[in-house]
């Protein structure tokens, strides 16, 4: 399974990006899949995460409410919708992959909201 991020870059306080996430080599359909983030200084951190079908999605408390976690089983992508950005959300983003019997992760994308 490899996991390929996109869609990071910088922008100002109160702005959006978007990210996208392109699975290859598995059956992404079948997988949870989700984002985290790694800010400098900090721990890896959850963002959020939706559930195979994408009838479920889950949302750190920090993220709720401005970011929007989707996918397209047919393209095989997911993707994070960032509203409202606030320079806290500086960060490496990560995708992730729960193929049940194991994570699988992409190189990540780095985002940075400028005051």
């Known amino acids: 399974v490899k996991l390929l991020e996109s869609g990071g870059g910088l922008v100002q306080a109160g702005g959006s990006l978007k990210l996208s996430c392109a699975q290859s080599?598995?059956?992404?359909?079948?997988?949870?899949m989700g984002w985290f983030r790694q800010a400098p200084g900090k721990e890896h951190e959850f963002v959020a995460a939706?559930?195979?079908?994408?009838?479920?999605?889950y949302y750190s408390d920090s993220v709720k409410g401005r970011f929007t976690i989707s996918r397209d089983n047919a393209k095989n992508t997911v993707d994070l919708q960032m509203n409202s950005l606030k320079p806290e959300d500086t960060a490496v983003y990560y995708c992730?992959?729960?193929?049940?019997?194991?994570?699988?992760w992409g190189k990540g994308t780095l985002v940075t909201v400028s005051s």
């Open positions: 992730n992959a729960d193929v049940g019997h194991g994570q699988y």
């Open positions: 080599g598995g059956t992404f359909s079948s997988y949870a």
């Open positions: 939706i559930s195979y079908s994408g009838n479920h999605t």
